[in-house]
């Protein structure tokens, strides 16, 4: 994949948030004994930079960069998936959006620690962020993800979603609320055909319909898509 380097218009950047609800049915991998809690922004970390798609920790250089969070949205504790499990990324503004990677990368960290069912997946676009995000802590992914780094090169195929009906909703939304966000201005609210139901189904469909809404994200404004699931 195509390595953007970072330029003097680095440092303004805007970010993608990826909140993923549905259950965790089974652990399948499970973190080091030395590892006290399992993080899906360093495990997101490790996954991307060793399928060469980010660049080192804090550097700038790649097709995004990861926020660190840190917290009880972002811990892979028990059925983290009940609540919301959510990742983010930022990357330059005069870059590609880079949705349809980011949520491949996603699908795979899922694919490899646990078996799951994704009832709703929200993928929200925020427009401008000034410089990275970054919440450091001691390091402890390198020994639990080396073995991963090694097995997924080249890029590999997340395992494929069933066929299910769902709902597409794409808003504008309060930026305050990440969790909860106040709905501004609807702009899409349809069910989409039966198709593969999968985050990088999910991420492929963002990508061929972003562009249609590219003025109102150059516009300042935060756009949602939000997926779900029918008949939960």
């Known amino acids: 994949m195509r390595r953007l380097r970072s330029t003097n218009d680095a440092h303004v950047r805007r970010s993608i948030v990826l909140i993923m ?4 049915l089974e652990h399948i991998r499970e973190a080091p004994a030395d590892v006290v809690e399992l993080d899906f922004a360093d495990v997101f970390f490790q996954m991307s930079h060793a399928l060469g798609i980010e660049g080192e920790r804090d550097s700038l250089i790649g097709q995004w960069e990861t926020v660190f969070l840190y917290d009880d949205d972002s811990l892979m504790e028990g059925d983290y998936l009940a609540s919301g499990l959510r990742g983010e990324i930022t990357y330059p503004v005069d870059a590609d959006i880079p949705v ?8 795979l960290v899922l694919d490899e620690f646990a078996s799951y069912r ?3 997946a929200r993928v929200t676009f925020f427009p401008i962020q000034y410089g990275p995000v970054v919440r450091y802590r001691p390091q402890h992914a390198e020994e639990m993800l080396r073995e991963v780094r090694e097995a997924h090169e080249p890029f590999p195929e997340p395992s494929k979603g069933e066929a ?15 969790k909860e966000p106040k709905e501004e201005l609807v702009l899409f609210d349809k069910p989409m055909p039966r198709s593969e139901w999968s985050l990088r ?3 492929n ?4 319909m972003i562009d249609d809404y590219l003025p109102y994200i150059y516009g300042g404004k935060n756009v949602e898509f939000l997926f779900r699931k029918e008949n939960q």
């Open 21 to 24: 609800r549905g259950h965790v």
């Open 100 to 107: 349809a990677p980011f949520l491949q990368v996603a699908q």
């Open 164 to 178: 299910r009906d769902f709902s597409l909703l794409i808003r504008t939304i309060d930026s305050d609320q990440v």
């Open 118 to 120: 994704l009832s709703a």
């Open 201 to 203: 189904a999910i991420g």
């Open 205 to 208: 469909l963002c990508s061929s």
